[in-house]
Nanobody
Framework: QVQLEESGGGLVQAGGSLRLSCAAS????????LGWFRQAPGKEREFVSA?????????YYADSVKGRFTISRDNAKNTVYLQMNSLKPEDTAVYYC?????????????????WGQGTQVTVSS
C-alpha cells in the first residue's frame, strides 16, 4: 500500500518555473516507478513523465514537455519531483502523482495502482 501527496502547484506566468513534489508513504518506495499525469478542464488525463524503479531510474517524457520538464526521485526522502521550466499556458492542469508497482515507468495510467489527490498548476499568459 502506497499513499501519495503532491505539493508545489500554484500560479505562475508563462516562461516561469515550478517544482512539484510527491511524498510517498511505505517502505518499498524504491521498487515503484513513479509517474506524473495531468488533466486539464474538459480533457482526458494525459501522461507527463515517469521514472522507473531505482535499479534503473530510466526516465520518460511526453513530447509536449521534453526538454522543459525533469523528473527525479529521492529514495531517502520517499519523494519524486517534477521540475517544470519554461511553462506555457497549455501546461495548465491538475497534476497527479502515481505509483506503478511493476516498476517500469509506463505511459499508461492503467499501470498505476496508486494516485495522489492532485495539485493545481495554472500558467498565465
Amino acid at each position: 500500500q502506497v499513499q501519495l501527496e503532491e505539493s508545489g502547484g500554484g500560479l505562475v506566468q508563462a516562461g516561469g518555473s515550478l517544482r512539484l513534489s510527491c511524498a510517498a508513504s511505505g517502505r518499498t518506495f524504491s521498487i515503484y516507478a513513479l509517474g506524473w499525469f495531468r488533466q486539464a478542464p474538459g480533457k482526458e488525463r494525459e501522461f507527463v513523465s515517469a521514472i522507473a524503479r531505482s535499479s534503473s531510474s530510466n526516465t520518460y517524457y511526453a513530447d509536449s514537455v521534453k526538454g522543459r520538464f525533469t523528473i527525479s526521485r529521492d529514495n531517502a526522502k520517499n519523494t519524486v519531483y517534477l521540475q517544470m521550466n519554461s511553462l506555457k499556458p497549455e501546461d495548465t492542469a491538475v497534476y497527479y502523482c502515481a505509483a506503478d508497482p511493476y516498476g517500469l515507468g509506463s505511459r499508461s495510467s492503467r499501470e498505476y495502482g496508486y494516485w495522489g489527490q492532485g495539485t493545481q498548476v495554472t500558467v498565465s499568459s
